[in-house]
């Protein structure tokens, strides 16, 4: 086993292909979502059944303090300019869609060139590595992402082919239905939780569910639909007729009286838009890559199952009849940059 602490990064190398990543398992500024929790955990469990190579991040994503290594790097110009509106943490709005866009802010020009830098050396290497690129994320245990403990993300289509996976997460399901269905009580239980501590942080912040900024107005609209589409009608009329902490309370949990099972699902909520122009330079014949967005609840209590599903789902690509000739093609780090 060969290893490298480089800047922002580490590699862990056993093979080569598949080259397992967890760009956001660094360290949590300020509050404690912020960090892909156990993204680490379940990409290293994947990369001790399968071998190949493990790229942990050992940075934050908050904007001010690190480098949202899925986002695109911004202008010099622009980091600059959006540096005193990240310390002041005002115009809210603004800075959601610089978030949904780009990577870091920098204090100075020096502070950017380190920040740049760091960023392409991670992509760069991650594209020098291998040519089977499974990407590991966290994705929230909330109502929007219900019932699905795991999202396969294939930047739609261009990452992997469609109807290639779809029979792959079709088997899968089979596979692994039996041990999901064992979990759904936990799971249930879990997804409750998070509702709990959502509305309990919208009221601390916010004082009620009205007041809500757009960032969180709309997680909770996502949250909602979702409920709606579960619950009974007067759970749905209470919502629609006084929406707060406790109607919506009341619809999460009738929601999930029903009897809905977990399921590993293909691009359910997240469809890799925000990441398209990060991952365009491995949508060519030569790459597989893919995300899996493990619910929070799988990742913390079941790691090693998930990472048994993810790499069953390589092992079962990298099987097809699409991908059997697929070689390592190693590029030269410059094209990545």
Known sequence: MNRSFLKGFTVYRNGTDPVFVAPHCGPSFEVPTIRDDNSDTVASKCWLKASGTLVLSSITRKRL??????????????????????????NRERLKRFRAKYAFVAKNPLDYNERLKIYNNFWGTVGNLGSVIMM???KYARMKNYPSVMDIITYEG????????????????????????????????????????????????????????????????????????????PCVKRMDEQLDSKSFIAGVKDALKRPVKPRVTIENFFKGRKALSVKSKF??????????????????????????????I????????LYKNLGIKQTRMEDFL
């Open 314 to 321: 390589v092992t079962m690509l990298r099987g097809a009849k």
């Open 136 to 138: 590991v994320h966290r």
């Open 158 to 233: 261009k990452g992997v082919d469609l109807d290639t996976i779809k029979e792959v997460i079709q088997e899968i399901n089979k596979k692994y239905g039996k041990q999901l269905q064992s979990i759904s009580k936990q799971y249930k239980a879990y997804v409750m939780l998070e509702s709990r501590r959502i509305v309990s942080r919208i009221d601390r912040l916010f004082g009620s569910i009205d007041n809500v900024d757009a960032e969180y107005r709309t997680w909770l609209e996502q949250d909602i639909a979702v409920v709606k589409g579960l619950a009974d009608e």
């Open 283 to 312: 949508f060519n014949k030569h790459f597989l890559i893919m995300e899996a967005e493990v619910n929070a609840f799988f990742g913390y209590w079941y790691p090693g199952l998930a990472a048994d599903i993810i790499v069953d």
């Open 65 to 90: 303090w690190g480098i949202d290594l899925n986002r695109d790097p911004p202008s010099k110009e622009h980091a600059l300019r959006m540096w005193p509106e990240f310390m002041a943490d005002k």
